[in-house]
């Protein structure tokens, strides 16, 4: 029996290294299309794109349950193809679903974890106990998890990852479909357990808020690649300036809206008539605009000003908003067709 | 790049100085090939256990068609050659087949369903063998072709069926029965790793069914007069296995029946865990 | 009536569409009752020779009555799953708002059965035919054993419906078809009802399913038997199974 988890070389000192990673999948598009990034240990590294971006698709390379087309990673300083046993004693990880069996008690899920990390059996029962008592599920450890509510299964999936003390934490989506009370408590526990125990976590979202108040780093990827990386205070400060989305009260009447705004910044359109401009003179070119408008006699429906969100960033990279963006993709996140890695859906 | 904030340079700063490597966490020995098997088992038990719908149908219904055609058929040993017992001892054998049919719809469904779930993943994240893993995931099942075989057996004895083969023959019978079971499991594990759903599980189900018929559940072969059904029957594996169960009831120590049934079973068992094995590989990928 | 011949149709016709349009549910309701042809009529033919088994058209046709009947609730009995589908779905609810005459849905999805039920029932006389089936039954006889198909295949339904609509969940399914099953092969499947011995004769005497399988057996060999108690019975058995389905929709209805 081998000693696991004791890291390899890394000249950089990064948790996580990526470089050109890619993954095809048959007759589909490249669903990681050559991406590069680095985690520093104990960084909160939020990934953040729409639903088909491919966030989940890098988790699950990083994670070794999918082989990378090609390009390199390491994870802990470990090669994520040559050495996945080392990098899978070095990670936790939950994945999108929170992959419970409600057969069993959380007491069980936790000793069944500890048992096939290779803990020793008083140590197993104490993690447990521990980790029952760090998520707050005490009380209700030996009730079968298919009573429990979509928090309590998010923090047993949470605990179940912490069981062997890995540095490296993956979280794909982790408060998708929770109540806000709920997202709240997660995110304080993911918080804590980068800052007081210096975790390094990998977190994939597609919600805005969430890299927003947790990540040290920002990633955004869309169709495959990472189109802006920085944090959350930079990616907006590149945005810069407010804009103003304007809806024309007669759709028929958008491009001249847009030919009459266009001197004022960066436009943008959306498919529903909106447009968008930056104000690189900040705040003060609105009443300009207003006028401008006016003389032309052109109607708006709707005129709303908006300072810089991560949202802001996305479309300025990609020319679409976030939310809804995903949803011109064919599927979800993740392998759009073929494997989803480790033990779901092989074709 | 992206400059470091002041955290992540201390961060940087405190992994390389520690020489350490940046992702270890705790220094773990992997866990032996029986720890893992044990593990797994002990929650496939829990599991089926705890699903008392999935150990009591399989118990039911099996024995509800022994007592059916047990009587229904009764006339059938009126037909000239047909072995000097009642029909309800003939028939005894078939409810041990029936019952490993659903041993493997169950073992099968349950892996499916851990993969539907997304649980086969958690457990591609842990040292875990894949080997272990099958290994566990069928210990629930033989527990369950264990009790199934006993009940079929104490019913049978108790509504007057004799053991030609006497207690040692019993225990023999349950051995093969539970082999047989152990064999059929294996087929519901490959389903599942094959195709990933419970459905597809469950869409072989009849077919399985379909085997049983077409074999010497309901006559001996040589008093099947359709010739093509009889055919079939002796090209039908699932012969030879009812036939190997019901020679230590109705005949005693049949050795050729008995080598038959066993060789059988035996087959079944490599063939199925074999594929199952690879079907394994293939599912648990991980670099 | 206008009403509910409306709301029948309708359902009826989905239920038929669906079906079709679905290989995967189609396929096999006709595929399983050509399979215990073959397995009974081909496994068990020597049963023939048992003495005093004295069926004149022979132990094909014996068995074709049975599985042509089998067919016939099992087609009924296939419609209760889709009906506890339709309840899992929601789309359930969407007919029960829609429909101006409720019982008009009941109606449709038995409808939707039979029409099923008698393209099952054709593939397997043809393939009883092709099997060498003897039929020494004339055209009225001939459609006595329609009839007696049509009705098993109504009660059938009706029953399914009933059970599907008190328990709205396809967890429902063992329920419906147990009790099916049960009735069906407590009747004299194998042997005729006097070559039965012990219990099982007690049972298949007054077992309803034995007079319709009696005198499906009757017309086929061209000498009716039971006939009147067997369209009795299964009168019978359609109006308690029409009041229980009634019954059915209304907890249906109080659910919401």
Known sequence: MSARGTGGANGTGAAIEVEQLVREFKKGPRAVDGIDLSVSPGEIYGFLGPNGAGKSTTVLMLTTLLPPTSGTARVGGYDIVRDGAHVRASIGAALQEAALDAILTGREHLRLQATLQGMPKAERIARSEELLERVGLTEAADRRVGGYSGGMKRRLDLALALVHRPRILFLDEPTTGLDPQSRSALWEEVARLAHEEGMTVFLTTQYLEEADALADRVGIIDRGTIVAEGTPAQLKAEIGSPTVEVVPADAGEADALAGRLEGFGTLARNGRGAVTVQLPGGESQLAEIVRALDQAQLKVAALQLHQPSLDDVFLAKTGRKLEGAGDEEQDGDGPADGARGGGRGRR | MVPRTGREAVGVAAASSAAAPVGGGLALAEPSLLEQVGAVARRSVVRTFRQRALLIFPLIFPLLLFAINGSALGAARKIPGFPDVSYRDFALAIPFIQGALFVAVTAGTDLARDIESGFFNRLALTPLRGSALLAGQLGGAVLVACVQSLVYLGVGLATGVGIASGFLGALVLLALSILIAFGFAGLGALLALRFGTGEAVQGFFPLLFVTIFLSSSNLPRNLIKTDWFKEVATYNPVSYLIEGVRSLIITGWDGEALALGFGFALVLCVLTLSFAGAAMKNRLVRT | ?256
């Open chain 3, 1 to 256: 009536m206008r009403r509910f011949l409306f709301v029948a149709r309708g359902v009826a016709w989905r239920s038929v569409h669906n079906t079709f349009a679905n290989p995967a549910i189609i396929l096999p309701s006709i595929i399983f009752p050509l399979f215990f042809l073959a397995a009974f009529a081909g496994g068990l033919s020597s049963i023939s020779g048992v003495p005093n088994f004295d069926y004149k058209p022979g132990y094909t046709a014996f068995q074709y009555a049975f599985v042509l009947l089998q067919s016939s609730a099992f087609g009924g009995v296939f419609t209760g799953f889709a009906v506890a589908r339709d309840f899992d779905s929601g789309f359930a609810r969407r007919l029960m708002l829609s429909a101006p005459q409720r019982s008009g849905i009941i109606a449709g999805y038995a409808g939707g059965a039979l029409v099923r039920w008698l393209v099952t029932g054709a593939v397997v006389t043809v393939a009883a035919l092709v099997a060498g089936m003897s039929v020494e039954g004339g055209g009225v006889e001939l459609i006595g054993l329609l009839g007696l198909g049509v009705l098993v295949n109504i009660a059938a339904a009706l029953w399914a419906c009933g059970v599907a609509m008190f328990l709205r969940t396809e967890q429902a399914g063992a329920l419906i078809q147990m009790p099916v099953f049960i009735v069906l092969f407590l009747a004299p499947v194998f042997v005729p009802l006097h070559l039965l011995t012990g219990w099982i004769h007690a049972v298949a005497r007054v077992n309803p399913a034995t007079a319709a399988l009696e005198a499906a057996r009757g017309f086929i060999a061209g000498s009716p038997v039971k006939v009147a108690l067997a369209f009795a019975v299964l009168a019978g058995a359609i109006a308690l199974m029409a009041a229980f389905s009634r019954r059915g929709l209304a907890s249906a209805e109080r659910a919401g």
